[in-house]
């Protein structure tokens, strides 16, 4: 079993919705993916994850390619609808059945099983009853945290409360480009309280359950820069690391949210209550590692439309991929850095680092995604160095072992180190996935 000192993690990552499929099967109900993804004009290519990579049921072919690919570690999610279909109560054996031959192949090959409590499958019964904006579901996130926990506790090599909270909150809440497809500020902003308490009682439940891994959570961080250095810039930048970075980091190692944010918000009318004592002290309980989602940066300037009074900015002369984010190799290095001063976590594990891009399946059968090649390379070269000045790294994932549905961009963005035929489902190994699995074995043979 992998404890807190042992060896580096060179994995993939993947998540429930995006790769299972079977979206109504064994006993699988819905979850507000479905929901959404079944009403028109939701996803940007009108393709829905009901197939998606057919996961559920080429488990066993894709731990076959996780093997050939030469990874000691895999990261993914469990369906909470598929497990409890329901969200709370009556358990499905079959849904607790899959995972649990997943993890048994999984240890069956010599790969580190890393898992995901909680990316965004909410089951659709508890969206009914208000979703996370109601406080009965951080109490139905513990249920489904106990079971999991119970069941697979012993076969799992690293835990994960929450992946991107962020994004749950405010991209489903605020945005309104995921489910449950919400436009309210506000909302957003209780959404983001709940999950970090939901967060909260899961790492209480696992530390009652005497269970020896680390247990984690997973954020989406990005460097901001200011566009220039005039003192507006500077403020903008500075809020929007409130809003994106700081948010949930401050809570989770401090205790509280910013100051500087309760009170921007405050200003503009969305007055948040601190949070009190036990809240605090519930969701700043030490973890045993912090998970870094990491992709690109953010250049902010001042800006008059939007609540925070910032904007964007996107440079002439930098590459950027398939989703629009710049390619910043050397923000990961300067993540690394600055979460372990002002945070200082016992651990950091990339948890995801990928590229978008619109591979090609050649005539010849090969996929030469040379791009993906560099952005990765490059990556891990910040990331090497990171780790030889000290820095606590003990893990990196590359999203994603395949092409896999791409949330409301469904499937017309392509992560996968391997190459995904929508048609056939075939599985095709890009020319990246070679190079990684080249990369993993060099690795392994020095880090050990
Ligand atoms: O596909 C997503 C994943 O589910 C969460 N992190 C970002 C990835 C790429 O957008």
Not at 37 to 62: F, K, L, Q, S, W
Not at 287 to 302: A, E, P, Q, S, V
Not at 377 to 401: D, K, N
Request: hydrophobic residues 35%; glycine residues 8%; contains cysteine.
């Amino acid at each position: 079993m992998y404890s807190k000192r042992e060896e580096f993690l060179w994995g993939v990552a993947t998540a429930a919705y995006q790769i299972e499929g079977a979206w109504n099967e064994d006993g699988k109900d819905e979850s507000i993916w479905d929901r959404f993804v079944h009403t028109p004009g939701n996803v940007a290519d009108g393709t829905t994850g009901d197939i998606a990579c057919d996961h559920y049921h080429r488990m066993e072919e894709d731990v076959a390619l996780l093997k050939e690919l030469g990874v000691n570690a895999y990261r993914f999610s469990i369906s909470w609808p598929r497990v409890l279909p329901q969200g709370r109560g009556k358990v499905n054996e079959k849904g607790v059945d899959f995972y649990r031959r997943l993890l048994d192949k999984l240890k069956e090959n010599h790969i580190h099983a890393v898992v995901t409590l909680y990316h965004w499958d909410l089951p659709q019964a508890l969206q009914d009853t208000g979703g996370w904006k109601n406080p009965e579901s951080v109490f139905a996130f513990q249920e489904y945290a106990h079971l999991v926990f119970s069941r697979f506790g012993q076969d799992v090599d690293l835990w994960i409360t929450h992946n991107e909270p962020w994004v749950v909150a405010f991209v489903g809440h605020y945005e309104g480009r995921h489910p449950p497809g919400e436009r309210d500020f506000a909302t957003a902003l209780c959404v983001s309280r709940h999950l970090l308490l939901s967060h909260g009682h899961a790492v209480k439940i696992f530390r009652g359950e005497n269970l020896k891994t680390p247990i984690g959570i997973a954020l989406n961080l990005s460097p901001i820069h200011p566009f220039s250095h005039d003192q507006e810039d500077r403020e903008a930048a500075y809020r929007f690391d409130g809003y994106l970075n700081r948010w949930f980091l401050d809570p989770l190692f401090r205790g509280q949210f910013p100051q500087d944010m309760l009170d921007w918000y405050a200003q503009k009318g969305f007055a948040v209550l601190p949070l009190q004592e036990e809240e605090s002290r519930l969701i700043s309980q030490p973890i045993d590692f912090l998970g870094i989602n990491y992709y690109t940066r953010h250049i902010i300037k001042r800006g008059s439309q939007s609540l925070l009074e910032s904007e964007g900015v996107r440079l002439s002369n930098r590459e950027y991929s398939d989703t629009g984010w710049e390619v910043y190799p050397e923000g990961l290095r300067e993540l690394i850095v600055r979460l372990t001063q002002d945070y200082a976590p016992f651990a950091i594990y990339i948890t995801e680092n990928g590229f978008a891009y619109p591979d090609v399946l050649e005539d010849d059968g090969r996929i030469r995604d040379a791009k993906r090649i560099v952005y990765l390379s490059q990556h891990l070269r910040e990331l090497t160095q990171a780790m030889e000045q000290g820095y606590p790294v003990r893990g990196y994932f590359v999203w994603s072992i395949m092409d896999n549905f791409e949330w409301n961009a469904g499937f017309s963005k392509r992560f996968g180190l391997a190459y995904v035929d929508y048609h056939t489902l075939r599985r095709i190994p890009k020319e990246s996935f070679f190079w990684y699995r080249e990369f993993c074995t060099r690795k392994k043979t020095i880090m050990t």
